[in-house]
Every structure is written in structure tokens, then in C-alpha cells.
């Protein structure tokens, strides 16, 4: 087992103490070196202290820079490089400059320090709101370069810094919930995602637990309450379970086998529940084992007598073993219903894949050339360096007009599933799960994605918005020049879902002339207001609510792709009227009362309700009530101007309400269709939106001869303005399909 142990307390005061014991721990190569390093740490911290420095944290550099040394220790990392982690935080606090360091220590030590000071400047630097901080927008967008290029140079530079966020968020618990906060977020969205892309398992869960801890505070004392109750019952069931699993195991001929119980961490449990919307006590794999064995094979054989033992849950079953995880992980997953029929889940590995999974780069990093092959024909290391190599090459071509796409790469390009692909060449591309052919061509090269014009799969044509499977060859098919379609930044329609890609298009589009802009983006409006059957609205009204000056600039924002006509048409809809638009004018035929309800009336049982349509409120808004005469309720939100309005004539019709638990309402819609007139078009319409799981209520179809064309009045279900879009959509991609549009009566 692989375990990270915190420093004793008073340990970084005794370090000639803990120098010794590490002797006991792990070979050292250089002990002269760690020794003077100490005392130089020790010497820089005693003069601080001296000139009556406050030290960040309440810890001082020999402190921090020895709590850094026993992680990266427990990591398993050579030790030539602690000698750069218990300096780092001397040079990072002014008490040592990099040129001493060199002088001391080589120049081996001062570049690891120099590299992990160019990754600090994401904390000073990196500012959520993507907005300019002091001006200093560049510098921000440089010191992100200069982080990509020390991690690219030297992995250990990447281990260092994850070292010291793991020992700053443990010390941060005394300080001030801002700095908390500040700390955690940081940690959160970078680094810990880039300790699970290193594959460094072990920082990344805890970088996540305590992160967590501050950014959620009640979600997370909630949780640790809730397994803290039941702990001692959890622990006498899960002992059990292994007595019972270890004594089958061995029964069976699976010799030097381990058997543990698995700490769940908070955060995945939260996740887990947010994402399924469980309770606490549906996540089955707070009870949990996982079984160590020696060879592969063996892990089949455990995972066939783990199901002969207990019953396997349906579809909760996953090979990690035959499809590794794009960071390298491999292991058996599976939930079965234990004794008591309580739910369990089991982790099946080697040690050599649970080293790998706890120690992910640093496992292997000094012998990189020995490192097992991946689908792609590199090292697990090799993979993990090159994707940090992608980042910047595309970051680089696009220059400073990328902040958001590069965060965005940061944050989450590190934790999505992968596909692997090949091209005609047989060369192995490496791309997001749901990347399309559009993604692949762009990262071929950027014209190759401008000039795509379609893609084949396997020897077959297929659409754009193709959602790529790993094993299949991908041809581009090019124009000879042009550039791409519009329609591609559309994300109801499917055909771009990498930011790498997204980022290049708006790039190209903005490289356009405004006068263009500006007649694109007025078709494109005039084309989603006629299809929604909404009216038109004065654009240099609408700007300012878009946070622009003239309409001029609104058309011209459409065109570049800046602004989603989605966003234009909820804005325009919201400075509709109340009697002439609701939402999505999406009238019922009569006011429903509210039986769970939409809504809840404070004090009073149920009251016939309805959503006001001039603020449009939808769950999770601020809500209060007004009393009409005849219609009940209308709902507003709490900050609508027409509600304050009345509310100053008639106080005393508003009132307070909540929103209820209902299921998700749904809105009549009637939705015309006019096409070319051929077999199977009905049953081509009802698949789309069975596809896009919308109920239909009506169908009027009538054929045409005189033009060989077919019209249809169909009533849909819907929920909100996006859903009909992106239905409407869907439907006018069919073969055949001249118009589709909302229909007024």
C-alpha cells in the first residue's frame, strides 16, 4: 500500500532528525547536498524571523520546504530533487536569490526553482472573472505559456509546485475564509485536475477533499457528519467483507493477494450525488474494497469470484484494465449487493497498476524509456508530456485572443474521457470524448478544419456533427480554400466540442470585415426570430441589455460569433410584452393549478398560477407573486421592474411564494413543416424528436401535388426557448426540409 504521511508535529524543527530517518526510507544519493540545503533553509528562516518577518500561513520557509520534501518522499520521487523543494520557499520569499542558489547548488537546483516559480505566477495572475487584472492581461496569458513550457522541460518542476499547493491548502485551515477561498479555488480548477492528469492519484483526491472543504463548506460538513455517524457499523461490515473475500481468494489459488477497505473521499461522494441526484445513502461505494493481486490475470480471476460471491449491480461494471483511463489508470470497477444486501463496491488491481495509480508520473518518470506503451504507441509518460505539449502549441497559434479557451483547456480538458482515432495514414490521433470530424481536422492543422467540408469514417460518408468512436479511421474531405461555416458555433448542433477547435473558428471569424459581419448577423437573427415566430425589437433598444452600444454592433458581434442567437432571442423575448409574449409565448390553453406546483404560495393551498412573461422566471430565480383579478397568480422575479412598479401601486397584492418540487413543466408549441414530398419524411420528423425526447401531442400532414411538396402542423412539449430551438434545428437538418418554423395562429 501506498500511503502519504504528514509530517509529526515539531518534525520540521528537527530536520537533522528527519534526515536521518529518510536514510531508512529511500536510497539518498545526495546527502551532503540535502543537508546543506537544510541549513541554508534553516538560516534563511532564522533571519527572517530575526527582522520580524510574518511568514504566510504561520510556517516558515525550512518548515514549508521540509513538508514539501516528505510529499514528494511518500511520492516516491528521486531524491536529487528535494534539495529544490526545501529551497523553494527561501527563494520565494525573498530570503535567497536564484543566483546563490546556482552558486550553492548547481544549476540543476536553480532551474527546478526557477520553473517552479514561473507555475506560481498562475496564483497571482490567474483571475476567474477572465477579466484584466491591473491591466496586466498579458502577463497573465504569458506566465500561463512559461507554466506549459517548464511543466513540457522537466515533469519534476509539475511535482514540485503540486508538493507545495498540497502543503499550503493543509495550512491553510487557520487562516481567513477569503485566503481560504482564494487558495482552494485555485487549487481546485488547476491543480488538482493536473495532479489527476499526471496521474498522481493520491494528491489529487486529497487537493480535491480539501478544496472542497472550503469552497462548500456545508456540503462538505454535511457529508463528513454523515459518514462519521455510521463509521464504526461501516468499518464492522467492511471487516467482514474482506475476512470473508480473503478467505475465498485464497480458497481459489490466488496466492499473495491484498485485501483493504477504500476511503471514500468526500468530494466524490458529493459529486457522485449531485450528478445522479442520490442521497446519501444511495451511494452505494461508500462502502468499499479494493483487492490487490499479483499478476493481470489474476484480476479476472478475483472479479469471477467476487460475482460468485455476491450479486453484480447492472451497469455497474467497468474495464479500466482493457481501456485505460487517458492518465494511465487501470482497474477492475464493480458494485455488487453484499451481505446484508447492502451495496459494495469492489477495485480490482495489480500493485504495480495501484502503484501506478497513486504515483501516476512519478512512478516511472526516471526510467521513461522502459515505461509501457499505451493505444497510441507511447509511454504513459510520454502521453501525459505530449498533451501539455498540445496545449501550448495551439495556445501559441492563437496568441492573446484565447484567454477563455485556454482556461477552459486547463480546467477541464484534463479530466474528459478520450477517443483514438486514426487517420489514413494510420497515424493515432488522441482527441476529447464527443469530438467530431471538425475537431479532428482542426487538430490536424487549422486550414485543414477551415477548408473541411466534410469527413468519411471508415471508407463511408458521414455528417460533421459525427460524434467520433475510438478504432475509427477519419478522412477529411477539403475545399480548396474558404473558410468554416457559422453554423459550427452552434452547440445545439453538434458539430464542434473541443475549446482548441471552437477557439480557431471564432479566431477566423473575427479576422472578417464588420461590414460582412453585420450582414450575416442580420440574416441569422431574421432567421431565428421568422422561425420562432417571435416579433422583431429595435436592436439599439436591445444593446444596452447585451452590454453593447448600437444594433450595429449586436449584428456584427452575430456575425463574428461573439454572440449565440440564443442569447439575442431570450433578451429580445424578455422586452416583449406581458400580453403578447410569455415564455416562448408558450401559452397553455388554460392556468393549471398547482398541485405539487410550479410554484408554492406562502401560507395559502393551491392557486391557479402563471409565469409572467416580461421577466420570464424560470427555477432557481428570486420569485414573488401578484394577485390578478381572474388569472390567480403571476409569478415574477423578484427584481422585475413592472412587478416594482405595481408593487408601489398595490402593495398589497404581492406576495411571497417559492418555487416547488414539480417535475420539469412542459409547454404546447405548434410547429409548421414544409418539405419536398417523399416516402418516410413523417417517420424521419417523429425520430428526431423521439431523439430529442419530445412528446408530441398532434399531427395534421397534408401532401401537395401541385409542387410535390408535404406540409405539417405538429404540436410539441416544450420546455424552454433553447429546447425549440434546438429542435427546430434538428428537424431542418432532414432530407428535404425547406422550412420549419413556429407557427402562429
Known sequence: MVTVRRPTEGATGHWRDWLANLDTRAPVRNGEALEQACERAEQCQMAGEAAGRHWPYGKGCLDIGLEMAEV????????????????????????????????????????????????????????????????????QLDNMRKMLVAMVDDVRVALVKLAERTVIIRAVKESEPERQRKVAQEIFDIYAPLAHRLGVGQLKWELEDLSFRYLQPGAYKKIAKLLDEKRLAREQYIDNVLEQLRGYLEKNGIHGAEVHGRAKHIYSIWRKMQKKHLEFGEVYDVRAVRVLVPELRDCYAALGIVHSLWQHVPKEFDDYIASPKTNGYQSLHTAVVGPERKMLEVQIRTFNMHEEAELGVCAHWRYKEGAKKGKSGLSDYEQRIAWLRQVLEWHEELGEDSPDAMVDELRHGLVSDRVYVFTPDGHVVDLEAGATPVDFAYHIHTEVGHRCRGAKINGHIVPLNYTLNTGEQVTILTAKEGGPSRDWLTPSLGYVATSSARARIHQWFKRQDRDVHITQGKAMLEKEMSRLALDKVDLDTLAPHLNLKTGDDVLAALGAGDLRPGHVVNQVQSLQPDDSQRELDLVLSKPKASKTGDVTIQGVGNLLTHMAGCCQPVPGDPVMGFITHGRGVTVHRADCEKLLAMQGDDPNRVIEVTWGEADRITYPVDVFLRAWDRQGLLKDVIAVLANEKVNVTAVHTQSHQDDNTATMLLTLEIATLGNLGKVLAKMDQLKGVLEVRRYKK
Open 72 to 139: 514528494l518522499v511518500d511520492l516516491g520521487a528521486d531524491t536529487d530533487v528535494l534539495p529544490a523543494a526545501i529551497l523553494y520557499r527561501s527563494v520565494r520569499e525573498g530570503q535567497m536569490s536564484l543566483p546563490e542558489v546556482e552558486k550553492e547548488f548547481g544549476p540543476d537546483v536553480a532551474r527546478l526553482i526557477e520553473g517552479v516559480l514561473r507555475m506560481a505566477a498562475i496564483s497571482t495572475n490567474l483571475n476567474p472573472t477572465r477579466k484584466a487584472v491591473l491591466g496586466q492581461q498579458d502577463g
